[in-house]
């Protein structure tokens, strides 16, 4: 079932453009392993971050051209991109229903919900985006930029993952009474993914410039065919890598929520 559910879902994705021929591969993978692992409640809760985030993706086909420039890759997500962006969580679904992993599975899908939000929605904002750290304009779409509409969106993104983990029926009737706790670890694990990824985008992701342009961009080829250069951040640290610091962060958040929780009861 998780297989045909995920062909289907990973079809409809790559006919409406959102994913490359490999990335509907990699949704088949981690959603045949979520669901035979995690079951049904938990896939629902990657369908919902893999279905908002292409409504989304959609939605801002309009947003300004710089974007384009800038970021690594263009609309449809490939399979590394699905990988960075619910890798974590599938390894989580895959250890099953140990403490811990519960409020970590909701964690880890609420940063990149938040992200990816951050991401959609900050865009198109008109306010410009300011870099995390010096608190400068930066370009749309640059690596390490914050915008106020952009935060409230990885609040509203992560929200909605907490949200479908209390009604999803992700978890036994017991630890979904939970409301509260699931609720909150989705919105602080999407604020702060978003916030992380803004933070690792700004300090240690490979930063690239093209002299042709005289912008910065995430690509080693741009847009205009120039080949760019590195100017600073780790090298082989691409938007990518930086996605799944944030899944990770995300997946800490739930970990830690849940911990502790069990320790006070
Ligand atoms: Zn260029």
Redesign the pocket.
Known sequence: MGLTLSLAIGYAGWLRGSLSRSGFAGAIATGTLTTWRGGYGRAALLVGFFVASSLLSRRSASRTDDFD?VALKGGRRDIVQVAANGGISTLIAAIGDVPGYRLAYVGSLAAVAGDTWATEIGSRASSRPRHILTMQPVATGVSGGVSAPGTIASLAGGAMIGALAIASGAFDRTFRAHRKKLLLTGIVAGVLGSLVDSLAGATIQERRW?D??K?A?ERVE???G?H?RTTGGISGITNDGVNVICALAGAAVGWGIERRASVQR
Do not use: L, P, V
Request: aromatic share 0%.
């Open positions: 420039g093209c042709a342009c912008q961009t741009h847009t205009c120039n760019t």
